[in-house]
Each structure stands twice: as C-alpha cells, then as structure tokens.
Nanobody, 126 residues
Framework: QVQLVESGGGLVQTGDSLRLSCAAS????????AGWFRQAPGKEREFVAA????????LYADSVKGRFSISRDNAKNTVYLQMNSLKPEDTAVYYC???????????????????WGQGTQVTVSS
C-alpha cells in the first residue's frame, strides 16, 4: 500500500511560482512512475505531468509545457511539481498519483494510476 501526501498549494497571483511536493510512504516509488493531475471546478481531472521514477523522459500536458517541471528526490521518496508563470486557468486541485506502469503511452491517463493523494488547492488570481 502506498500513501501519498501533497503539499505546497496556495493562493498566488498571475505570474507567480509554486512548488508542489508529494511524499510517498508505505512503499517507495522505485520501479514505478509518478504523475500529477489537476481538476478544476466543473471539469474533468486532467493530466499535467509524469515521469518514471528511474529517470528518463518526462511528459507534460501542452498547456503547461515550458512552465511546469516534474522532478524527484530519491532519498526523500518525494516527487515535485515546479510551477512557474502561473495563470488563472491553472487554478485547480492538484493530485499526485503513483503508477506501477512505466509505459509512457499510458501515463497520461488517470486509469494508469492506482494510488492517489488527497489533493492540494492551487488558486491563481488575475
């Protein structure tokens, strides 16, 4: 069993930056993949970013490419989402997720992930 706990959300202004953290306990990310999704009010959950825990390519949604960056700290068993140049349309609850798959072609889909955090609110004011 994996427990994921996100932190780092908050209220910021357009153009500001935030770094979200996702700490895993109970089982390490090793041999699996981590992803970030978000859900705005009245909208479906959407993919934001993903990476294999072992390294390699990172995946991003087109809407955040060039502004967001996913990374990990092996020693802390933590994955991060650095968010720069935030826009009001980035406002959402952000969820961390863990997947036992390392197949890039499915990591953009929520169904690939078996473990989810509770979410952290990010609000960007205009």
């Amino acid at each position: 069993q994996v427990q994921l706990v996100e932190s780092g959300g908050g209220l910021v202004q357009t153009g500001d930056s935030l770094r979200l953290s996702c700490a895993a306990s109970g089982r390490t990310f090793s041999g699996s993949s981590a992803g970030w999704f978000r859900q705005a009010p009245g909208k479906e959950r959407e993919f934001v970013a993903a990476m294999r825990w072992s390294g390699g390519n990172t995946l991003y949604a087109d809407s955040v490419k060039g502004r967001f960056s996913i990374s990990r700290d092996n020693a802390k068993n933590t994955v991060y989402l650095q968010m720069n140049s935030l826009k009001p349309e980035d406002t959402a609850v952000y969820y961390c997720a863990a997947s036992r798959s390392i197949a890039y072609d499915i990591l953009r889909t929520a169904n690939a992930y078996g473990y989810w955090g509770q979410g952290t609110q990010v609000t960007v004011s205009s």
